[in-house]
């Protein structure tokens, strides 16, 4: 992603430069020898991803041209790595991208609400690294909530067959202090349909979340003992424990008129593992500010430069494993999904079309900022739905569109990509900047020791 430039109108594409930022710099210097100190312990993803990051927005590894027909005037746009886990400006989009998606295309205009479902310590280690564990538990966390909304609804509305939910769940590996945390992030539909598409809105109590996080408690500590994974006795103990660790939350409920608030809640629930702007130098190491107090009051994380990168290996997500999955009527095999997916914001219309009816919803930016007779090639509707394009995801994360000259305001389109070193070298040559990559530190050796040879 990038960032615009704020000061001026109109507003202008800059360009990111994460070579200039602290956490590309600790990377930079601290990856081969953190490499070479643990080569056997780290995985191979997080290795690619680390070094994926490295060249995320460097304009020597590839770019994009943007140009304006009738001025003349151009800009270059450097490739993303599309990382996974670590990479600051590719999980923001990846976040943005998959909250507008939801909102546009799959949540109904009904009332949604989020259930969090947080675990013992003692269990989140198999959670972590088993994910046919996981999925079980999330069935369970689904039918137990599912369950409880059957016996909310009102006795008639009960009657009918299969009342089913909607929801979707995002799986989120961390905690707010960099570490481990495996815990669920249900956004549900508040509320059932029933096998005609028909909505039952319910209506329940705290008393009932208790209930069910206690049934969701009981299952799970059976799920384990089943597999093994906890003794008889101990899944007994775990019972009787006044505060066990389960932890079900579901007071954050947003309207169904609330569109953005549910774009929010969804771009919370999708957030990257941390957030870089949080991290400050240290002398030899790092602080990390935490968004809210740990239970010991600490609001500051000193880190040194290995501990922060082992910390960052240990949240990077596995590859080909869904972060986020839907259920119910949501599901992709539901025999009813398009029925209620029907009920979502209408598809985004084009850009022209938005203009003249002087609103914008798509990238809720003021009309006056889309130029007269914009008709690139972003106003089309792009091939799936989830495939928001760049300049779209721009500006509905920073309300302006990216894609037009801030010398003559009018339209610009990207009319090549540059992958070949010989142009890239000549084109970065011609505007004064290096065409040569962040050089990166090689590892280093372990400090000499020194000894009293008198002795």
Known sequence: MACPETL???????????????????????????????????????EEEFRTFLKCGILSYGFAR??????????????????????????????????????????????????????????????????????????????????????SVLEDFRKRSNLRIGAVTFLQRFGKALNPHFHFHSCIIDGLFDEDGLFYP????????????????????????????????????????????????????????????LERLLRYCARPVFSSERLQGLGEGFRYILPKPAPDGQMVLHLKPQELLNKLAQLIPPPRKHRHRYHGVLAPNSPIRHKIIAFANQEPASLTAIKEENSHPLLNIPPSSIPDGLK??????????SLYRWALLLARIFEIFPLICPKCSHPMRIISFIQDRHSIRKVLAHINE??????ISPARGPPEMEFDYSQ
Request: include cysteine; glycine fraction near 4%; charged fraction near 25%.
């Open 8 to 46: 001026s109108r109109p507003f202008v594409y800059k360009s990111r430069q994460p070579q200039k930022t602290l956490f590309y710099q600790a990377i930079q210097k601290e990856l081969e020898t953190w490499i070479v100190s643990c080569r056997e312990d780290i995985p191979h993803y997080v």
């Open 66 to 151: 943007a140009y304006c027909k009738e001025c003349g005037h151009d800009f270059l746009i450097a490739f993303s790595c599309k990382g996974r886990g670590i990479c600051p400006s590719c999980t923001t989009c990846h976040m943005a991208r998959i909250a507008a998606h939801l909102v546009d295309h799959v949540f109904p205009k009904a009332p949604v609400r989020q259930w969090v479902l947080s675990f013992p310590k003692r269990i989140r280690y198999f959670l972590h690294h088993d994910s046919s564990l996981h999925s079980c538990v999330l069935n369970i966390l689904i039918s137990s909530v599912e369950d409880f909304l059957i016996q």
């Open 202 to 261: 319910v209506s329940f109590s705290k008393e009932g979340i208790q209930c069910v996080q206690e049934k969701i408690r009981t299952r799970v500590l059976g799920l384990f003992q089943r597999r093994g994974l906890l003794e008889g006795d101990s899944a007994s103990d775990m019972l009787e424990w006044e505060h066990s660790g389960f932890s079900l939350h579901a007071d954050v409920r947003i309207e169904a008129k609330d569109r953005k608030g």
């Open 376 to 385: 690139s090639r972003e106003s089309k509707k792009p091939s799936r739905a």
């Open 434 to 439: 290096p065409f040569e990559p962040p050089v």
